[in-house]
């Protein structure tokens, strides 16, 4: 359907809305009976021809065959389709014979709906139409409705008829219909100030689409194809790709049978889909509403070919307890094993965050993915998603786990970058991801990225936000520079590029790099009094001992009203735990002791101030010895903690020694893939003390949290080679902490296809201010001459 046949529809069909619905439905609402009334007359007007067939069906079944139950197969060959009504009634005829009883038309109406076949029962019910229709008979504006929907002057089939006059109603497809539907949702949602966050999937992508999965294999296309959506809305990438490979004038024309399978959460996109799977003969039955994250509907199956636009920038928080429980993913689509650094398999996190679920959907289609032990050919896959998928997420986390699971098992065919307000609902850049798990020979270990941003035409008028389109040509120069694997530069500003890497070119080591911890410390009366106060309840706890001194330890319980109170009006929002252990007098106690023990220790060892915190922590030790008091680990911690900061001139605080000697050494240089002499680049140092080397003695220093760095390091590099280079240069102390090294994937068209503009010259700039200058002053001249 072309874009004035398109708007002179939507236009009619917003007119019914405008000219019957007033006052009767609030206008957010209106598509609670424009929508289904669109697709109800686009079944009716098919059925109309055959009315006569399909009673004639009935009352042989009823009265000669003597069926109890009317047979489904008689009924859908008389009607010439997978649906049919085996009421007295169609549209046309309820509106030709209505009274002014509004009752009357209504019960008539009724018996209309529960004469079709179950398979559009269930479209009925999903756009609760029964209950509209009582609206509107009881508002007395039903008849109106029906005048207009069977008006000779709308064509909602897809058929191309004429209207009175004899002038062309062109066919409405099921893309047609779809671009109907999500403008009609948009016009709606505007009148509620709501987005409709749906991005339908424009005729020219899914043209590009259906090129770039069918045409590579258009000589090896299996004899019964099966095509998939998870997220199917209407229909038209499943419609569009059985039209593409079943075009007789194509370049393509596939003799086989092809079935169509999809799932939509949405009920009115389902049920328009569902009324289109009908019209053209597909099992309806392959059509499935609700989650596809929440329900695998077709766990078991896999499909020839997929093709979706996922929904993107989407929560999917409310389902999470399907897929995951605490950490664990129990959604065997969502589980992966990937390598870590040493080469070893393990469980991996593939789940992105829950604000934004379109790589699950990716996941997937990979999970339906058939082997090709049972495809040759391999499976194919088109998804179209938005730049996020390409970048967000950390070494490490699910987004990137699942580019790097998807390009280490060799997947990833290509992506193409796509121009900007090319979607209906969304100006954003947009991407198609193209997978096979059945490369080519000159394919494989390689990913092909196209940049055609830049190739677009405008729309006349813009359809929402989109405001261009890309024309044959265009599809045509994408696809010859996928087919060929090419790798072309872009000339100017225009034009297509295309470059080709290899698989691990995507991918790096997230390296941490460590700083030694350098403390100074020294008693004083002030850090010793914040030891009063547990660190996690220091606010709280301060402000009791401030208002109320000794009392927090001889009569707690009477301040629990005045603290819990105080913590209210602070907005602390405290955890019961938290709440029970300020209210503890045991703790406050215990708080008490450790702050008498650090000033028993001051008085013994002094208020001086150490430079070599080793020297400090040995004091104490020797201290707390003589006074016989025993702590544990965390509260020697914490008195330390208390009395020492961070000074960049202090000695490093040592954690400890080991003995490196004979295997023990041979393990951790191959562990490490260095040298004896580079382990202090991995944070091994040899001691002070005379022949410490040959007795196999490495210091190890505590790190400084706060100074700890990371460096992402490609994968072809090497991570010490880089680390000499780029690191130890400017941070002669620092070392490579190798076990906390992960790897990450991301892909940056911004990295690969920049173009340097060089600043324009001084002389250029000067030269405008001079001549903006000279304009100016002639226009003060001529206002003043006026004057």
């Known amino acids: 359907m072309n874009t004035s046949a398109h708007n002179k529809l939507v236009s009619f069909i917003w007119s019914i809305a405008d000219d019957c619905l007033r006052d009767v439905y609030v206008r957010g609402k209106y598509r609670d009976v424009i929508l289904p009334m669109v697709v109800l007359r686009r079944l009716d007007a098919l059925l109309e021809p055959s009315k006569d067939e399909v009673m004639e069906e009935v009352r042989f079944q009823r009265e000669e065959a003597g069926f109890t139950e009317l047979d489904d197969t008689g009924l859908r060959g008389a009607s010439g389709y997978v649906f049919y009504n085996t009421s007295v009634w169609t549209l046309q005829k309820l509106h030709d014979t209505a009274t002014n009883n509004q009752q009357l038309l209504e019960a008539n109406f009724t018996d209309y709906l529960d004469g079709f076949s179950d398979n559009v029962k269930e479209i009925v019910r999903k756009f609760n139409l029964k209950s509209q229709v009582r609206h509107m008979a009881n508002k007395d504006v039903l008849l109106d409705v029906l005048e207009k929907f069977t008006s000779p002057y709308i064509n909602l089939t897809p058929h191309e008829k004429l209207d009175p006059e004899g002038r062309k109603l062109p066919a409405l497809s099921n893309l047609g219909m779809g671009y109907v539907f999500e403008e009609l949702i948009r016009k709606f949602n505007e009148e509620n100030n709501e987005e409709a966050g749906e991005h339908f999937t424009p005729r020219e992508v899914i043209d590009l689409m259906t090129h770039l999965v069918f045409e590579p294999i258009k000589d090896r296309l299996p004899p019964v ?59 309806p039955e392959n059509i499935k509403n609700g989650s596809t994250l929440s329900t695998d509907e077709f766990a078991g199956r896999q499909f020839d070919f997929m093709l979706s636009n996922p929904p993107y920038g989407k929560s999917w928080a409310s389902e999470v307890k399907y897929i995951k429980d605490g950490n664990d993913v129990i959604d065997p689509r969502f589980r992966i094993r990937l390598k870590n650094y040493w080469g070893e398999e393990e469980d991996a996190d593939a789940i992105p965050r829950s604000s934004d679920g379109q790589l699950l959907f990716l996941m997937e289609m990979v999970n339906k993915l058939k082997p090709l032990t049972a495809a040759p050919a391999g499976s194919r896959i088109a998804s179209v998603h938005n730049g996020s998928s390409l970048f967000t997420g950390d070494a490490g986390g699910g987004e990137s786990n699942i580019r790097r699971y998807l390009i280490e098992n060799d997947l990833l065919e290509a992506i193409i970058q796509l121009p900007n307000n090319l979607f209906y609902n969304t100006g954003i850049t947009t991407y198609i991801w193209l997978l096979s798990n059945g490369k080519t020979a000159h394919r494989r270990g390689k990913v092909q990225l196209i940049d055609a941003g830049p190739l677009y035409r405008k729309l006349r008028k813009n359809l929402g936000a989109k405001n261009c389109e890309l024309a044959p040509e265009h599809i045509h120069e994408i696809l010859q520079a996928y087919l060929q694997l090419s790798n072309i530069e872009r000339t100017g500003d225009e034009g297509l590029a295309s470059r080709v890497f290899d698989n691990p070119d995507f991918g790096y080591y997230k390296v941490t790099i460590e700083r030694p911890k350098r403390l100074k410390a020294q008693f004083s009366a002030e850090r010793i009094a914040e030891l009063r106060f547990d660190n996690k309840l220091r606010e709280p706890m301060a402000w009791a001992w401030e208002t109320y001194g000794d009392r927090v330890y001889t009569d707690l319980p009477a301040l629990e009203k005045d603290l819990i109170d105080w913590c209210e009006k602070q907005d602390l929002n405290l ?78 605080v040592v954690k400890g020694t080991i003995k490196l000697k004979g295997d023990k050494l ?25 022949g410490a080397s040959t007795r196999g003695e490495y210091l190890e220093y505590e790190t400084e949290s706060d100074l700890r760095d990371t460096e992402n390091v490609p994968l072809k590099d090497d991570i010490h080679a880089y680390f000499l280079r780029e690191v130890k240069p400017h941070v002669a102390e620092a070392w490579i902490n190798l076990d906390a090294t992960k790897i990450g994937y991301e892909i940056s068209f911004n990295k690969y296809f920049y173009r340097h503009k060089p600043l324009r010259t001084l002389e250029e700039v000067s030269a405008d201010i001079l001549q903006l200058e000279e304009e100016s002053e002639g226009l003060i001249k001529s206002i003043l001459s006026l004057t």
């Open 225 to 283: 194809m099966t095509i998939y959506d998870p997220a199917c809305g209407s229909g038209g990438m499943l419609t569009e790709s059985q039209n593409f490979i079943k075009d007789e004038e194509g370049m393509i024309r596939a003799t086989g049978d092809v079935y169509l399978f999809g799932k939509e959460i949405n009920d009115e996109t389902y049920a328009i889909c569902k009324s289109d799977m009908m019209i053209k003969g597909n099992d």
């Open 575 to 652: 955890a019961r735990k938290q709440q029970e252990a300020l209210l503890k007098p045991d703790n406050w106690l215990k708080q008490q002791v450790l702050m008498n023990t650090a000033t028993k220790l001051m008085r013994a060892i002094g208020t001086d101030e150490y430079h070599n915190f080793n020297v400090f922590a040995r004091e104490v030790d020797l201290e707390l010895k003589a006074l016989g008091v025993k702590l544990s680990a965390s509260e020697k911690k914490q008195i330390l903690d208390a009395v020492s900061w961070y000074d960049a001139d202090a000695e490093k």
């Open 666 to 690: 041979n393990e951790l240089l191959a562990h490490l893939n260095c040298t004896e002499a580079q382990l202090p680049d991995f944070g091994y140092y040899t001691t002070e003390k005379p």
